[in-house]
């Protein structure tokens, strides 16, 4: 069974996260910073809200919060890229007979506006959201409730993610893991390439060759 992240791997859309950050902490005087983005990298919004409440010292509610994140990143989902040899690399997969799922933190209703416009869908047998789970991707539970809806045990599993976190969170889960780059993670390529079973800067590297 093969699981894909969607922010940053399946579509080039972790930028818009960076951007609804970068807007939401301009609001308040504040910058975006390391520490920032390590507390909310690829975790669900409630989580995030929780994290950015108490991180930024803030008044307002976490449902609050989250209700101006949403208004934010508005219909962005609706023009969100895929990202390069995405459509060839499921085709391929979709002809080996490979079961596939997509595992993400996303927002359910921007998930699937995104595989939808992209037609991506069609592709995948079910979507797990961490965020209708009340977990994070950080630790194995994720995974291994997606291996269990999947009905596949967790060592007959493949993820693919570009959160260096994620992918431990899947190994802690025994699954095998494939990191994918992505710029909002580049400063983990190093670190990912050392960790990950393997490492593609995109998933053209896994296409098959074609016969001259």
Not at 48 to 72: D, G, Y
Not at 74 to 101: F, H, I, N, T, W
Request: a neutral charge; glycine letters at 6%.
């Amino acid at each position: 069974m093969f699981f894909f992240d969607m922010d940053g791997v399946l579509t080039d859309s972790n930028g818009i996260w960076k951007k609804v950050d970068r807007e939401f902490l301009g609001r308040r005087g504040m910058k975006y910073t390391h520490a920032y983005y390590e507390g909310v990298a690829h975790v669900p919004l409630p989580q995030a809200a929780v994290f950015t409440k108490a991180f930024c010292k803030l008044p307002e509610s976490c449902e609050e919060i989250v209700a101006e994140w949403m208004e934010l990143a508005a219909d962005s989902y609706a023009r969100v890229p895929v990202k390069p040899g995405v459509r060839a690399y499921l085709k391929q997969c979709k002809a080996e007979g490979r079961r596939m799922a997509v595992v993400t933190s996303s927002v359910p209703e921007h998930c699937h506006m995104a595989l939808e416009s992209l037609g991506l869908a069609k592709y995948f047998e079910r979507v797990t959201f961490a965020q209708e789970l009340g977990l994070e991707k950080r630790k194995p539970d994720v995974w291994l409730a997606a291996a269990r809806a999947a009905d596949v045990r967790p060592e007959d599993c493949t993820v693919f993610d570009d959160s260096l976190a994620a992918c431990k969170g899947a190994r802690a889960a025994k699954m095998r893991v494939i990191g994918v780059y992505d710029g909002l993670f580049a400063q983990d390529e190093k670190e990912m390439r050392g960790y990950c079973d393997v490492y593609i800067k995109s998933f053209e590297e896994l296409l098959f060759l074609k016969e001259k």
